[in-house]
């Protein structure tokens, strides 16, 4: 975890020392970079199995998971929005406004942690959250399970799920199924994906020349891996702080969760994938333009006042990372029965 901005300045001049000494740009891309793989990593813990991620599909859309039967994982991660919804913040129970942006789910199995603090380790525990918060869906694990319960065709799929369980129909099984049907929403095949894979082709010269710049002036300091982005907590603002409705005071991002004062202001860094369909930006959802990202992440981060054409040479790169969008079914959901618990629309779900 990066501790504080003088760590963070110093990677960033030392992926910069890196990016000039080194190769030409194919290979020096691939020193910072891997492409999106077309099929799900194994989740530690949990192995995919055709009835679990069946079982994972119908629960992302059920919105029987949400006290009001409204919301679902869908409604603030819509794939066909690119996992996204498009929102400021996210609206939640009762119109209430979620505190920061909705991240995307697509690639999210590549992150390091879930959620803007990292809070969540993983996907199944990040699925946990959303249904018990109260500007959220705004539920309790044991509503949850008693709406669960009272459809048999869910009975039946948490049993083929979950076959070595004695009680297979759990809160966890509920996550964990989730989890395995998230880590299926990959984006392969972005053009940036087919230049790493040696397809020099696959760029414009003016998407290569932005590419030369994201490296060259240090942005894969917080941005590279697979996910370009999305493994390491950096502070937003590192050199200069952006103004207060982008950055706002009262969230102090992951010293929420450390209580440690070098994380004041701290987040982790988001996947660039699919960055130029997932507006708004940052984690307060107050910049609408990609553009305009660019330009300020050069200030804030590293210090320095892109020109006009370098900022539009890394815009016209980071469009180059919209992979292939999931393609998915919006399945058929069990019946209501006469014992399933009714809509509540203001409260909570208890």
Not at 111 to 131: H, I, S, T
Not at 145 to 151: D, E, P
Not at 237 to 262: C, H, Q, W
Not at 276 to 292: E, I, M, N, Q, R
């Amino acid at each position: 975890m990066i501790r504080n901005a003088a760590y963070c300045l110093t990677l960033m001049t030392l992926t910069v020392n890196l990016a000039w000494a080194g190769p030409g740009l194919p290979e020096q891309s691939k020193a910072f970079f891997q492409p999106v793989p077309s099929a799900p990593p194994q989740l530690a813990g949990n192995p995919s199995s055709p009835e679990k991620l069946l079982l994972g599909r119908m629960l992302y859309f059920e919105p029987r998971l949400s006290a009001s039967s409204l919301i679902s994982c869908q409604t603030c991660h819509n794939v066909g929005l690119a996992g996204a919804d498009m929102q400021e913040t996210s609206v939640g129970h009762g119109w209430q406004k979620g505190p920061r942006n909705a991240p995307t789910t697509l690639n999210a199995v590549f992150n390091q942690a879930q959620f803007w603090d990292g809070r969540a380790k993983d996907l199944a525990e990040q699925a946990k959250g959303p249904v018990q918060a109260s500007v959220e869906m705004n539920n309790t694990p044991e509503q949850v399970l008693a709406t669960l319960r009272s459809l048999p065709e869910y009975v039946e799929l948490f049993k083929k799920a979950f076959p070595q369980d004695q009680q297979p129909l759990t809160f966890d099984n509920m996550a964990r199924a989730i989890e395995v049907f998230e880590a299926t929403l990959l984006t392969p095949d972005a053009p940036f994906d087919r230049f790493l894979n040696g397809d020099v082709a696959a760029l414009t010269d003016t998407e290569k020349t932005g590419l030369s710049l994201f490296i060259d002036k240090g942005c894969v300091g917080c941005h590279s891996g697979t996910n370009i982005g999305g493994s390491g907590y950096f502070p937003f603002g590192v050199v200069e702080k952006p103004s207060s409705d982008i950055l706002p005071l009262d969230d102090t991002g992951r010293f929420k969760v450390t209580n440690v004062a070098a994380d004041e202001y701290a987040f982790r860094s988001p996947s660039l994938r699919n960055v130029a369909l997932t507006p708004p930006y940052f984690h307060s959802g107050k910049v609408w333009k990609l553009l305009d990202s660019v330009r300020i992440m050069g200030a804030a981060q590293l210090g320095i006042t892109l020109t006009g054409g370098e900022a539009e040479q890394i815009t016209a790169f980071l469009k180059t990372l919209t992979g292939e969008q999931p393609r998915v079914e919006h399945p058929i959901l069990p019946p209501q029965q006469d014992d399933t618990p009714r809509p509540v629309l203001t409260g909570t779900g208890s």
